[in-house]
């Protein structure tokens, strides 16, 4: 299996960077090329690969795939601080380990560009950041994957850690705001002015648990954990609490049969719901990750493995030994107002279409990889 699946890595790898296999949303829109958390969330990968293997091959692909963004002034295509979104943010930090690799003064360039948006992002009452203009006084899980992990290594690498305190009250406040104290799962969204149509008036809180934000939410815990300075012994302790606590909260939701977690995990016998691999891919990925970094006991190795296993029996599909990742929710989200359909009911997260090959499950899933390799070498 493990064969197949790099021959299937070696397939998306043919892609170009204005328009690439992997982003079915762009595709079906119509999308201009742009800096996105999307074609992020597979350099990522790409490069915890090369650093698995060794082999030049993924590093030369995300290096010609990132320079058709980054220019010699440090400017980016496609991107814009003014739009202040956290999505935008995701892709900047596979430049730290770009620009320690060649030197290249583009990518520190590129680097403190996307750092100036940190400093002027607007936040919330509580202190978060928003998670896009757009989307004024709103707090998602999706956002902390986004913009957290690159400010943590902006501050371990570049500013003397000096905002740690910053990045670990953010967390703070949604585990305290947006966490279910009966299930221990977290809500997708947090209007912080209570005003939206899809937050209750009382809480602002968003109506149900959607199991990928949820894993955006997971691994930016286990990210994070990993960018921050050992030295810093508190912070990290206070991350690896959270962390560890999602995790076994999750737990309690996992398919018996396929260890996979449902697209909106506490109603797994609830029509229309369904086993879904992003979510899926992103914890087992940040379990395996925290076991290997001891922010979780050794025995949960095996439980990652258990998912990552199960998610390949019941959504790899292999024919003419071409391989197909399947079971990968296109997207979902929460308003805005002109898109009232998008209101966190049950309804609308099992309405988003269920499709192949987008890299919200095909990155994750390779990042889950990485880790099953890493036990095997």
């Excluded at 299996?1 to 204005?18: A, H, N």
């Excluded at 891919?281 to 990552?308: N, T």
Aim: glycine fraction near 6%; aromatic fraction near 14%; include cysteine.
């Amino acid at each position: 299996m493990y064969k197949i699946i790099d021959q299937y890595i070696e397939k998306l790898m043919t892609s170009k960077p204005d328009m690439p296999l992997w982003n079915i949303e762009a595709i079906k829109q119509g999308k201009k090329p742009s800096w996105n958390y999307i074609d992020g969330c597979m350099m990522v990968s790409l490069l915890e690969l090369y650093k698995t293997t060794n082999e030049e091959k993924y590093l030369n692909f995300v290096k010609n795939y990132i320079d058709y963004y980054v220019h010699e002034d440090g400017s980016i295509l496609g991107y814009s601080k003014e739009k202040y979104s956290t999505d935008d943010v995701s892709e900047t930090r596979v430049l730290f380990d770009l620009f320690a690799w060649t030197k290249e003064e583009k990518y520190s360039k590129a680097i403190e560009l996307v750092h100036e948006q940190i400093l002027s992002h607007p936040r919330t009452k509580e202190g978060n950041f928003w998670h896009k203009k757009i989307y004024p006084n709103q707090v998602w899980l999706d956002g902390l994957y986004m913009m957290q992990p690159f400010y943590t290594r902006y501050e371990s690498e570049r500013n003397r850690m000096q905002n740690y305190a910053d990045i670990v009250s953010q967390y703070k406040t949604v585990y305290h705001i947006m966490r279910d104290k009966q299930t221990g799962l977290y809500y997708h969204g947090y209007d912080s002015s209570k005003t939206m149509f899809w937050a209750d008036k009382e809480t602002g809180l968003s109506q149900n648990f959607w199991l990928r934000s949820i894993g955006w939410w997971t691994v930016s815990l286990i990210d994070v954990f990993e960018y921050m300075n050992e030295q810093m012994f508190d912070e990290r302790h206070t991350i690896m609490q959270l962390f560890k606590e999602t995790v076994d909260s999750l737990l309690k939701f996992q398919d018996a049969e396929t260890k996979m977690f449902y697209q909106v995990p506490n109603y797994p016998g609830r029509e229309g719901n369904y086993l879904e691999t992003s979510g899926s891919s992103m914890i087992a990925y940040a379990i395996l990750k925290g076991v290997r970094l001891k922010a979780l006991p050794q025995r949960y190795q095996e439980i990652g493995l258990g998912i990552f296993n199960g998610i390949c029996t019941k959504y790899l599909t292999i024919k003419n030994e071409d391989l197909n990742l399947g079971g990968i929710c296109l997207v979902a989200g929460l308003g805005p107002e002109t898109n009232q359909r998008r209101d966190g009911s049950y309804e609308y997260y099992m309405s988003e279409p269920v499709v192949e090959n987008d890299a919200k499950g095909v990155g994750p899933f390779i990042m889950a990889y990485t880790e099953v390799k890493r036990l095997n070498k």
